[in-house]
Nanobody, 122 residues
Framework: QGQLQESGGGLVQTGGSLRLSCAAS????????MGWFRQAPGKEREFVAS???????AYADSVKGRFAISRDNLKRTVVLEMNSLKVEDTAVYYC????????????????WGQGTQVTVSS
């Protein structure tokens, strides 16, 4: 199932930007659809964005137009660019990989990162 390591979280003010990165090892990266999920305190883990092996992207409605996901198959990395951040974006963000074409649900995830905290202050 390999390993996923996130980096880039932190504290930012409302309207600011952050860049999250996920480095993959021990898996056939190009076989995986990669994505980001997040979990706020007291809430369920939710889908944020994904990018397929062919570069096709999908986003949660709450982040469309503000977040952008991309992957570099040579570097085995996935990046989530987050702009116009809101207080409600505060959560632990998890990198995830699936061998399925898309993340239909949490059960589809084959590999999880340990998470990185993003805090947006007002």
């Amino acid at each position: 199932q390999g390993q996923l390591q996130e980096s880039g979280g932190g504290l930012v003010q409302t309207g600011g930007s952050l860049r999250l990165s996920c480095a993959a090892s021990g898996l056939t990266f190009t076989s995986y659809s990669m994505g980001w999920f997040r979990q706020a305190p007291g809430k369920e883990r939710e889908f944020v964005a994904s990018v397929g092996w062919n570069g096709a992207t999908a986003y949660a409605d709450s982040v469309k137009g503000r977040f952008a996901i991309s992957r570099d198959n040579l570097k085995r990395t996935v990046v989530l660019e987050m702009n116009s951040l809101k207080v409600e974006d505060t959560a632990v963000y998890y990198c995830a990989g699936t061998l399925l074409p898309a993340f239909q649900n949490l059960a589809a995830v084959a590999s999880w990162g340990q998470g990185t905290q993003v805090t947006v202050s007002s």
